[in-house]
């Protein structure tokens, strides 16, 4: 029996480029998984999200143009079956909350490290 497995098609969008470049790497080591574009700004990320439709956008919170979680809103709105997994270097409850009550589909906080955010983005897929 074949088994087709279908690529996760990702958007990356944190304001450091060193950030994007790791998770790009790391990302694309994972065979079923492609980064389709990157954004240093929120502004860009509601674009390029509307323009490739990925089915993630791994979000940081702290982005030029447009707060992480104005982006997290307005994604949600106008891009249909995206899911947005926050990834931020603040992880209080309150800003967990916030991120949720906005649209974000998980949270990860980047001291939780690698492992943390594949999780996080295999929970989430399976929504």
Do not use: N, Y
Not at 86 to 95: K, N, P, Q, R, W
Not at 96 to 106: K, N, Q, V
């Amino acid at each position: 029996m074949i088994t087709e497995t279908k690529t996760l098609r990702i958007l990356l969008a944190d304001d450091a480029p060193s950030v994007r470049q790791a998770l790009r790497w790391l990302l694309e080591e994972i065979p079923s998984f492609a980064v389709v574009g990157e954004a240093a700004d929120g502004e860009t990320a509601v674009d390029l999200s509307r323009e490739l439709t990925p089915d993630l956008v791994i979000l940081d919170l702290e982005l030029p143009c447009k707060h992480g979680f104005r982006v997290a809103q307005h994604l949600k709105a106008q891009v249909p079956g995206i899911r947005v997994v926050i990834l931020s270097g603040h992880g209080d409850v309150a800003t967990r909350r916030l991120a949720l009550e906005m649209g974000a589909d998980g949270f990860v906080e980047k001291s939780d490290g690698w492992a943390a955010l594949l999780a996080q983005i295999h929970q989430v897929m399976a929504m």
